[in-house]
């Protein structure tokens, strides 16, 4: 949200009636306030004035309640509160005090009147900031909130007066409206929630009209954790988001159905998978489904929730299970975030006081992750864990034609556009006004389209009613095109206000905003990284003898963060996804098919973001096929650094079929780098052998679930060290070429190696313990005791040398288990006296029973932990 708290307080009066208090600028030239502040009506004239400004402008009246004592009052934008934002709205739907937030207003108490310092006799008022929390019970018979203050209060009541009105915010959501003083609790303040507001006649359209944006209520203190929509902006980016609710969801009510049903099922935590390609809905199918959650009748608790944030502020999972409200909550992109669903319901199953929780998590298939991970979450007793639901192409289309989804999108995005433009987002350049019955340039032949998903017809809609408005766009030869001059047209004016006038360059841009939603940022390094990389690319080639000005590539990195800011707790968010596809694929072919072998073996990015580069490319590359070739020329170029990140990329998200195809275009591109003279052969040997590892589990589909679901990239910062080759979790006294294999062994297999091993040690104690029990040696008979731990240390210590290193053919290393079986079986010998004559000698039984139990010992280890090899010897033992 851009402004805080302070930047959104405008003082409002009303001279004629004498009346005066705070209120909270929604938007530019938009103010919400309390009712008996403004006292509007009978001929008085309502006034504003913000805190940049050094006189009061006039206001409208756009909506009032006298029933919820609120006015929303309507002014001149360029003069109140010009560059604002739109505030985001939510409520409180949690009560986990370990993570209570604080909450905070700012207005004009009449305890902060001060006297001017040139007149004595005229007096200003002044802010004040005021913080507590909010225990989301109290007052929950009056609905109203009860701010608990934190700090200094004013010593009488009546120096309250003049905060009524002011906005009250949690982490940075508008939550509530400053009421009334509680004249029982000096430190209590009563909150008019925004719900009410929200389910008042009129109040969302009247915000709608003048923010480009209906409002939406969030839960305001799980944002730390939560993806939040984007902001209304003139982009296509904006246009496109499932998350902005631009187009109507068409087509599958059946399955809204199922997945409601399945919410409102009685288990308190449950999971289930929804899938489908990309374009067809998912998302979108998410917020249409929370929507209808909270829109519960009266006698039944309404739902919250939203997206799981994929760079949250905090990792306290266990607020979710506070809750007061049942929650829904989504994961986008689930197969590349296991290790993160794992913690969120390690941290749900453990601790469970709050209402129910259903966790969506969405893909574009699941025949490879879903599987285990359903295994892994009902061995910790996470719900059924039964459901997995599908979206196809032709769900949308059931009961619509191309030609209906066609037609309603091009209304929606007109509609919306306009309402963008009364907001003061729209563009001037364009010499024709937006209609939705624009000519049919990009969609003349949507009624003969073949099945395909609904982001397809979107596109062409979108398209058309923005080649209308600008004749420059009808040019382009592909809806996409169009989509994309607009992009550059919104990202182009942002580089304007905030670049040196004339420096502004489209292709560096283009290159720029390509890069950013390839690397991402979680930091603001990460961001400097991307920029950097991202500048060096642009201009490969042209001789750059001396690093760019810091000052140019800061300037460049505001413009990414203003142009696509963070809607979680990120540096900066992305272009959207259908449109960066088709960017990249631009900027891939502009830069000669060499755009993303270089970024990706930039040394500025950190590790991270060299995964998110593999992730995004293997993820695009299912439309756009022709992309994974760089990726592979840069795994090839580097693959100390980049393969284990292209494996475990292929291990986690990629289907079977296109995992196959990857791993295809790596091994060629691997097989040519080799093929060099300056090629170092082991290196290329272990790629070579790590390659065939990973294509064998998958052609096998074999499966390790720690491996699948943690298989984590170390998250480093700038310049990162080069990370071990490894195909899973390495050991901390790994070497640089060391690989940890866990062998797949079928299950009764494990059981019966293991249940031998197990055997093994109570024989190696038992045979000592029976010697020190039967046996007289005199005085000095204790002795014998200490046999029982030796022999179970030394088999032990035997079994996890051999089971845990490849330790080669060096002759010496057998001396420990000869000696580990020798010394076993001398204690087996002195059972003389009372061995079975009809029985074989002793000395002829002992050692090779003792062998084989360590033998089944030793491959027991290796089963459960694995065993170190040395890749680089074994590459070359195989050359």
């Known amino acids: 949200m851009a402004g805080g708290t302070g930047l959104r307080t405008v003082e409002v009066s009303n001279q004629y009636k004498q009346s005066y208090g705070t209120g909270c600028l929604i938007a530019p030239g938009l103010v919400l306030t309390a009712r008996h502040v403004a006292l509007p009506g009978g001929g008085s004239v309502v006034a504003v004035r913000d805190t940049a400004s050094a006189a009061f402008t006039e206001a409208a009246v756009v909506w009032q309640s006298t029933e919820l004592d609120a006015v929303l009052l309507k002014t001149d934008r360029t003069l109140v509160g010009a560059g604002m934002g739109v505030v985001r709205w939510g409520e409180l739907v949690c009560d986990y005090p370990g993570r209570r937030p604080v909450c905070s207003m700012t207005g004009f108490p009449k305890a902060m009147r001060r006297r001017t310092s040139t007149n004595s006799e005229q007096y200003v008022d002044d802010l004040k900031a005021v913080e507590g929390t909010i225990a989301p019970h109290t007052g929950s018979r009056s609905q109203l909130y009860g701010l608990e203050v934190d700090g200094a209060v004013p010593t009488e009541v009546r120096n309250w007066q003049g905060l009524s009105g002011a906005g009250v915010f949690c982490n940075g959501v508008l939550i509530g409206l400053a009421r009334l003083v509680d004249r029982q609790w000096d430190r209590c303040l009563m909150v008019l929630p925004l719900s009410h507001l929200l389910a008042a006649d009129g109040f969302p359209h009247a915000v709608a009209a003048h923010t480009g944006m209906t409002p939406r209520l969030q839960p305001a203190d799980l944002r730390p954790l939560l993806d939040n929509a984007p902001d209304p902006t003139l982009s296509s980016t904006h246009l496109l988001d499932p998350r902005s609710q631009v187009t109507d969801l068409t087509g599958v009510s059946e399955l809204v159905n199922q997945i409601e049903q399945w919410c409102k099922g009685t288990d308190r935590i449950d999971v289930a998978a929804v899938t489908g390609l990309g374009g067809t809905g998912k998302s979108r199918l998410v917020t249409e489904v929370l929507h209808r959650l909270t829109k519960t009748p009266d006698d039944q608790r309404p739902w919250s929730g939203g997206f799981l944030a994929d760079n949250p502020i905090h990792t306290d999972y266990q607020v979710f299970a506070a809750a007061r409200y049942p929650l829904l909550l989504a994961v986008d992109l689930a197969e590349a975030r296991l290790p993160q669903i794992r913690d969120l319901m390690a941290a749900l199953a453990g601790s469970h006081d709050g209402a129910a929780v259903r966790v969506l998590l969405l893909a574009r298939g699941h025949d490879t992750w879903w599987p285990a991970l359903r295994r892994y979450l009902r061995t910790r007793n996470v719900g059924p864990v039964g459901q997995a639901f599908t979206l196809t192409p032709d769900d949308a289309l059931n009961g619509h034609s191309p030609e209906d989804i066609y037609v309603e999108a091009k209304a929606a995005f007109a509609r919306r556009i306009r309402l963008l433009q009364q907001a003061g987002h729209g563009d001037d350049t364009w010499p024709d006004s937006v209609v939705a019955d624009a000519p049919r340039l990009y969609g003349a032949a949507i009624e003969h389209a073949a099945r395909q998903p609904v982001i397809y017809h979107h596109i062409a809609a979108l398209a058309d009613v923005l080649a209308h408005a600008n004749p420059e766009f009808a040019l382009k030869d592909h809806p996409m ?395 070359t033992a195989e050359g």
């Open 481 to 875: 095109e169009v989509l994309l001059a607009n992009e550059v047209e919104y990202v182009r004016r942002i580089a304007a206000a905030r670049l040196p006038e004339g420096t502004v360059d489209d292709k560096l841009l283009r290159t720029l905003v390509t890069a950013q939603f390839l690397a991402g940022a979680r930091t603001a390094q990460d961001g400097r990284a991307a920029v950097r990389a991202g500048f060096d690319v642009h201009h490969r080639g042209y001789g750059i003898t001396a690093p760019p000005d810091p000052r140019q590539l800061a300037a460049l990195d505001d413009v990414l963060t203003a142009a696509y800011p963070a809607t979680d707790g990120a540096h900066w968010g992305a272009v959207g996804e259908p449109l960066a596809t088709a960017w990249l694929a631009e900027v891939e072919t502009d830069s000669g098919e060499e755009f993303i072998e270089t970024l990706l073996q930039h040394d500025s990015l950190a590790t991270e973001q060299r995964h998110r580069t593999l992730s995004t490319i293997a993820r695009t590359a299912q439309d756009q096929p022709g992309l994974a070739a760089g990726a592979h020329r840069a795994v090839a170029a580097d693959p100390e650094r980049l393969l284990p990140l292209a494996a475990q990329t292929v291990t986690a998200e990629l289907g079977t079929d296109h995992a196959r195809q990857w791993l295809a275009g790596l091994r060629h591109a691997v097989a040519d780098r080799a093929a060099a003279p300056d090629s170092d052969r082991d290196i290329y040997q272990w790629a070579s052998s790590l390659i065939s590892e990973v294509q064998e589990r998958r052609a096998t589909d074999r499966e390790d679930l720690e491996e699948l679901i943690g298989m984590n990239p170390t998250q480093e910062n700038d310049a990162p060290d080069q990370p071990t080759p490894n195909t899973g979790p390495i050991a901390p006294s790994a070497g640089p070429h060391a690989v940890l294999v866990k062998p797949e062994i079928g299950w009764l297999t494990r059981i019966v190696v293991t249940s031998l091993g197990l055997c093994h040690l109570l024989l190696v104690a038992a045979v000592p313990s029976v010697v020190a029990l039967t046996t007289s040696v005199g005085d000095d008979g204790w002795a014998m005791w200490l046999f029982v731990p030796m022999n179970v240390f030394m088999h032990l210590t035997v079994a996890s040398v051999f089971g845990g290193r490849q330790l080669g053919d060096f002759p010496p290393m057998w001396i420990a288990p000869l000696f580990a079986i020798g010394l076993t079986t001398l204690s087996g010998l002195m059972l003389d006296q009372r061995w079975p004559a009809d029985w074989p000698p002793p000395w002829l039984l002992w050692p090779p029973l003792f062998a084989f139990g360590l033998t089944a010992l030793t491959y027991a280890w290796r089963i459960s932990f694995g065993q170190l090899q040395d890749t680089r010897r074994s590459a």
